[in-house]
């Protein structure tokens, strides 16, 4: 028994080990390329904010949630209360049901309260890499559960990270990236449910969850 007991501990350390070699080799590969694709962006005084619906929509959208969750704790201490409406956005609205088709209530969106608003677009191109190195580390996670092979797993996170639909719909409409975020929790949380594995709906009602904050556009 203590063999056996041994044996298995040996094994899980093993596991462990081989989860987060697989995270560093990924984070590395991911850096660079990030390097070489974006750090031109950053010598030419440039953003990742695209023309039009970039700066019309989501730059200010990000901009106004920055100064929400900065005031956010003001008024809940000072003045007892969680602003839900503003007169400011058209001819007054409530925040979040206009907001959120914009990705109001994003968790990658919490970063734009320590973003001051001089800096909100590098802000913003900041949680558009972000949400491109999350996806390829989602489609590790969903890799590693069902045991592929570490090398093609890499190979394929890289690649989701930096798909298509990433580079040209997750740059000019941000919130599309956290969609490439949850979908291998879907899959996965959808895998649990048919195979009848352990906290099977724990993972897809997590993957609901966040998607329903993110924005009812994908929801």
């Keep these: 028994m203590r063999i056996k007991s041994d044996r298995a501990m040996t094994k899980k350390i093993k596991q462990t080990n081989s989860k987060k070699s697989n995270i560093k080799v990924y984070t590395l590969i991911f850096i660079c390329i990030s390097l070489l694709s974006f750090l031109p962006f950053v010598r030419s005084g440039r953003t990742l904010v695209a023309y039009a619906d970039g700066y019309n929509q989501y730059l ?20 007892h209360k969680i602003p839900l409406f503003d ?19 994003d968790i990658f969106s919490l970063l734009s309260g320590l973003i001051p608003t ?13 949400k491109y190195y999350f996806s390829g580390l989602s489609f590790l996670y969903f890799c590693k559960i069902n045991k592929y092979d570490s090398r093609f797993s890499i190979c394929g996170s890289i690649a ?15 919130m599309f990236s956290s969609a490439t975020v949850f979908l291998p929790l879907f899959m996965l949380g959808l895998q649990n449910q048919i195979y009848k594995r352990k906290s099977k709906n724990l993972v897809l009602v997590i993957a609901v969850f966040l998607t329903s904050l993110t924005g009812f556009y994908f929801l």
Excluded: H, Q
């Design 60 to 79: 200010p959208v990000y901009v106004y949630t920055g100064r929400y969750l900065r005031s956010l704790l003001k008024n809940i201490i000072v003045y």
């Design 160 to 174: 989701y990270a930096f798909c298509g639909f990433n580079l040209e719909s997750g740059s000019m409409f941000p």
């Design 118 to 130: 001089r800096y909100a677009a590098y802000g913003l191109s900041f949680e558009i890499i972000l």
């Design 87 to 105: 007169y400011s956005i058209g001819f007054g609205d409530d925040i979040i049901g206009t907001l959120n088709y914009y990705g109001f209530g």
